[in-house]
């Protein structure tokens, strides 16, 4: 290997990035953090990993998707992709041609996580749960990439910036609370 490979085989934990783990009691990482952290785990793992930029928020903020599987299936994306476009659009396809494509194509899985702020272990896990995904070597984990393709999707960039920063701004944890005095729900 040379050394960027090597280099870009070190997967950063969550701990080393947000100096705790994800699940430690009164610890919340907040969106400015986790994007940094996408942003590291993505440059890691460019063989097993792609990060997009879906668009902006409401409130300005770059909200992520990113694409987990083997490194295989990452060389032939844009061949998966159009398998799936065509499966799904169903147009012309005779029954031989549509089993045909769905052996050959893979797996689409949607994980996504923060659609409601104040559940904050749905933001927090997708975290956890990407970097899993990624750091793992074992035959099962490697199995399973083989098969499928995993699109990790914050929801609600906004939302964790607002409830991590205002649960984690008191440094005394036991008076932190998530009663937060500001109107967030834009759309209503």
């Given at each position: 290997l040379s050394l960027t490979e090597t280099i870009a085989q070190v997967i950063p934990s969550p701990k080393e990035?947000?100096?705790?783990?994800?699940?430690?009691?009164?610890k919340l990482a907040n969106y400015t953090q986790?994007?940094?952290?996408?942003?590291?785990l993505a440059a890691a793992s460019p063989d097993r990993?792609?990060?997009l930029d879906i668009g902006l928020t409401?409130?300005?903020?770059?909200?992520?998707?990113?694409?987990?599987?083997?490194a295989e299936n990452m060389k032939n994306l844009d061949h998966y992709k159009e398998i799936s476009r065509k499966l799904a659009r169903a147009e012309n396809l005779t029954d031989e041609q549509a089993h045909a494509l769905s052996a050959e194509g893979k797996a689409v899985v949607w994980v996504d996580g923060g659609l409601h702020?104040?559940?904050v272990v749905a933001?927090?896990?997708l975290i956890e749960i990407i970097y899993q995904v990624l750091s793992r070597k074992d035959p099962e984990t490697l199995h399973r990439l083989d098969?499928?393709?995993?699109l990790f999707?914050?929801?609600?960039?906004?939302?964790?910036?607002?409830?991590?920063?205002w649960y984690m701004k008191d440094t005394d944890s036991l008076k932190r609370k998530l009663k937060i005095p500001r109107l967030y729900e834009k759309y209503i």
């Open positions: 990035h947000f100096g705790f783990n994800i699940g430690d009691n009164y986790t994007e940094a952290y996408f942003k590291k990993c792609k990060l409401e409130e300005g903020r770059h909200q992520y998707m990113m694409i987990v599987s083997s702020a104040t559940e933001t927090q896990q098969g499928v393709i995993i999707t914050h929801t609600n960039p906004d939302g964790q910036e607002l409830v991590s920063d």
